[in-house]
């Protein structure tokens, strides 16, 4: 959320602004939670990492197939749960990568028209079809970029001579990634909040404005100048406009499940993270990011 409506600033404490603040306060301690707990991930790669990436998808599956679910839909969780997967695990072998996607492609292609075949009613199959599909591609296929960024390479504690750490490239990137994208949610939160003053899109996700934006921009392109020209050799200038990247994909993430709830009606995806909402509500902005942020990495192996 980058912004807030006139109508809660000017309200009294004892109204809207009061519960505001309480779900601020609700954000701060999940967030002192839960980024430890990812770091640690972060800090392990390998096997460890998809493990956790594989959670957070099936959690996202979980909270995707129940919105759509409400709206009258039928996807076939399986299938999304399933496409995930493969794409999760794929990752962990980049050299057989695409000998994994055209199999597990192929054959998920064959067995989901089997279970068209199967059903009694076939009016709505294709769109029930095709979103068992489009779940596992927003969802997995984003989440995949984690596992291919991280990499298996182990990060190294040193206590001999010293106490010092050898970290990994996969994990500086997922540094970049990651701080570049909280930095970002969190300053822009607060420009939106107390700075807002020109909605970015209304019509999809009425508390963001241009204000909230310029705040974050300001916090991805720090965190992306710390967590890469020294540690990687990006030079000062790519590291600048990597940061520009994070905070654009960021907001695209964000407002891409903003426009998901927005057509299924509901609020939040879930309610899993006190302050934050749903799975989905948390690491919507980090969805799109991985992917420039991979990209980007390609140009520096």
Not at 5 to 17: A, F, I, R
Not at 136 to 163: A, C, D, K, Q
């Amino acid at each position: 959320m980058q912004g807030t409506s006139k109508q809660n600033v000017t309200m009294g404490t004892n109204g809207p602004e009061k519960k505001g603040s309480s779900s601020v306060g609700q954000r701060w301690l999940t967030a002192g939670v839960m980024i430890p707990v990812v770091l640690l991930f972060v800090w392990f790669g390998g096997w460890v990492s998809c493990a956790a990436c594989l959670l957070v998808t099936v959690l996202g599956t979980l909270e995707l197939h129940s919105m759509l679910f409400k709206a009258g839909f039928r996807p076939l969780i399986w299938l999304s749960f399933g496409l995930s997967g493969l794409f999760l695990i794929s990752a962990m072998f980049p050299a057989q990568r695409i000998l994994f996607l055209q199999i597990g492609l192929g054959a998920f292609v064959i067995l989901s028209f089997c279970w068209l075949f199967r059903r009694q009613t076939l009016e709505g199959s294709l769109v029930d079809w095709a979103l068992s599909l489009a779940v596992p591609i927003y969802l997995g296929w984003s989440m995949s970029y984690f596992v291919l960024l991280r990499g298996s390479e182990i990060s190294l504690l040193h206590t001999m001579n010293g106490f010092w750490v050898t970290l990994p490239h996969g994990v500086w990137w997922l540094l970049a990634t990651l701080l570049g994208v909280w930095g970002f949610d969190g300053a822009a939160f607060f420009a939106g909040r107390y700075l807002g003053r020109h909605k970015m899109a209304p019509h999809i996700s009425p508390a963001k404005t241009w204000e909230g934006v310029a705040g974050g921009l300001v916090v991805s392109i720090l965190a992306s100048l710390l967590t890469t020209v020294v540690p990687l050799g990006v030079p000062w200038y790519l590291a600048l406009v990597l940061g520009i990247l994070i905070g654009v994909a960021a907001t695209l993430g964000d407002l891409g499940e903003s426009l998901i709830k927005r057509q299924m009606h509901v609020k939040d995806s879930g309610q899993i993270m006190p302050g934050h909402g749903g799975m989905l509500d948390r690491i919507d902005s980090l969805l799109f990011a991985v992917i420039v942020v991979y990209l980007f990495s390609l140009f520096f192996h």
